[in-house]
């Protein structure tokens, strides 16, 4: 990438939660600029962000990165929570939702008011399609991720669960037991249950499209072709647009 | 939100709520005696929370790294954890669930913090209401008395030491502890507490205790299967009297 001498200097969001929100936190003295990539394991998520961190830096931009399971609070035990499948259902999201509490106190929030853009590799609605694919009540979830801040933008990369499939074993040797859903007990077969997870979670993404409003990117292009739309639309954001 | 009853549960839980030192425990552990020398089904739920919740949530207090907000998700999902693990199951076996505590103490103690009330309730509404919740309701100065003489020594969340009420621990005990009472009367009657006086001797408050609870609830329901076991007494002292290490200190 060519480096640029031009800085875009960003214009100020509007910023609003999707419900109750943080305590004691001004919201108009949130500078900087909150993107988020949301997309299915093998999407591209991770390529996408790099390249986006690579554009931005170039271009002048401090940025932040977050994902899930990166708290300083709970990812270990999170992590192991999840090798030994021993918490149920609301348990299990409840420690999702602290550990994106925690993520969100304490780096979003003062990275959005130091001025930096931060990069979200998957938000609250993997988790919310996570546990509304698993029966649990959409009321009682917006209300828990009323906490969440609302994104300048949202990127969902779109890859039908064939390629997933393909692109998962291009990379592993294996398929990830909660990618395919294998706790809901819809095949025995962990292919048969992989696609079928995979489709029921881009249905309900669908679904929250609806509520929340992001983007569907056309993720079976190459990551240039996709990198160059998203920065397209990243630059639109910074530019008040 | 309906109560277990009112859900169809066959087991029947019953709460005590009350401040730190207001002598619910002790009133909870003599109603449990009572209840297991009539030969029923009854647990009392000692709130063993699973080891990695445990970790994180003493993780977060000793590091002090909570923030009202993820304070009160990792209760939530310390909760959570007991309900669906613990208390479900014995109410669907048809057990007298006995808490010592339960979903009021997060309201009160939450909202003191600073979290929207209605965000709280619904954190929590996946949980029923308890059959029969009892509230000790001792004067603040009583209560502050009891913890203050046995245990000098305060834990930092413990003592709402991180809403900065004041830098003295003591002192902010006694105005988190005031702001807690002010909560839990405001839902009294919502959620139709029985409030107890809990200046009066233990024995006449076990008394009313007992007399309400059989009035309330089928006892006969709830006899254990012929010979089962019955549970042994235990020889731990009442946690008022022990003397731990104090951990996580800030006095």
């Excluded at chain 2, 996946?126 to 020594?153: N, Y």
Aim: hydrophobic share 40%; net charge neutral.
């Amino acid at each position: 990438m060519k480096p640029r001498n031009q800085i875009l200097v960003p214009q100020p969001s509007r910023r609003r939660y999707y419900g109750y929100g943080i305590p004691g936190v001004d919201l108009s003295a949130l500078a900087g600029k909150l993107i988020v990539v949301e997309g299915a394991d093998g999407s591209g998520r991770s390529t996408q962000i790099a390249l986006l961190v690579e554009w931005l830096e170039g271009g002048g931009h401090a940025t932040v990165q977050v994902g899930l399971k990166r708290s300083t609070l709970v990812s270990e035990e999170l992590e192991q929570a999840q090798e030994g499948n021993i918490l149920s259902r609301t348990t299990l999201s409840l420690f999702y939702a602290t550990d994106f509490a925690d993520q969100l106190e304490n780096i979003i929030l003062p990275a959005l008011k130091a001025g930096f853009i931060v990069l979200a590799d998957r938000y609250i609605y993997t988790l919310m399609a996570r546990d509304l694919v698993r029966g649990m009540d959409s009321t009682w979830l917006k209300n828990l991720y009323g906490i969440a801040l609302e994104p300048d933008a949202v990127f969902y990369l779109n890859v039908p669960p064939e390629q997933l499939v393909q692109r998962t074993f291009a990379k592993n040797t294996a398929l990830d037991y909660w990618e395919s859903g294998m706790d809901l007990g819809l095949s025995r077969d962990m292919f048969d249950s992989f696609m079928k997870y995979q489709t029921a979670m881009h249905k309900t993404f669908r679904e929250l499209q609806r509520t929340y409003d992001f983007t569907m990117v056309d993720g079976t292009r190459t990551a240039d072709a996709i990198n160059a739309e998203l920065r397209k639309k990243i630059s639109a954001v910074l530019a008040g647009k | 939100m309906k109560t277990f009853a009112e859900l169809n549960f066959p087991g029947r839980l019953i709460a005590v709520e009350g401040l730190d030192g207001s002598g619910k425990s002790t009133q909870i552990y003599l109603l449990k005696r009572w209840l297991e020398q009539q030969e029923l089904k009854v647990y009392f739920s000692e709130w063993n929370s699973s080891e990695l919740v445990k970790a994180a949530t003493s993780k977060g207090k000793k590091r002090e790294l909570l923030t009202p907000t993820t304070f009160s998700l990792i209760h939530a999902t310390d909760f959570a954890d007991r309900y669906e693990r613990h208390l479900v199951p014995l109410l669907r076996a048809g057990y007298i669930v006995l808490c010592d505590r339960y979903i009021f103490t997060a309201f009160a103690r939450d909202v003191v913090r600073g979290c929207p009330p209605e965000w709280v309730r619904g954190l929590y509404n996946f949980a029923a209401l308890p059959d029969m919740t009892f509230f000790f309701k001792a004067d603040l100065e009583v209560s502050l008395q009891r913890i203050l003489e046995g245990r000098p020594q305060l834990k930092y969340f413990e003592a709402g030491m991180d809403l900065r009420l004041s830098a003295d621990p003591y002192e902010s005990f006694r105005i988190f502890q005031g702001r807690m009472l002010e909560q839990y009367l405001a839902m009294s009657a919502e959620f139709r507490f029985v409030v107890m006086d809990a200046n009066q001797l233990v024995e006449k408050q076990q008394g009313i205790v007992r007399e309400l609870v059989a009035q309330r609830v089928k006892l006969d329901d709830f006899r254990r299967a012929n010979h089962a076991p019955a549970p042994p007494v235990s020889k731990e002292l009442p946690k008022r009297f022990k003397r731990e290490e104090p951990e996580e200190t800030v006095a």
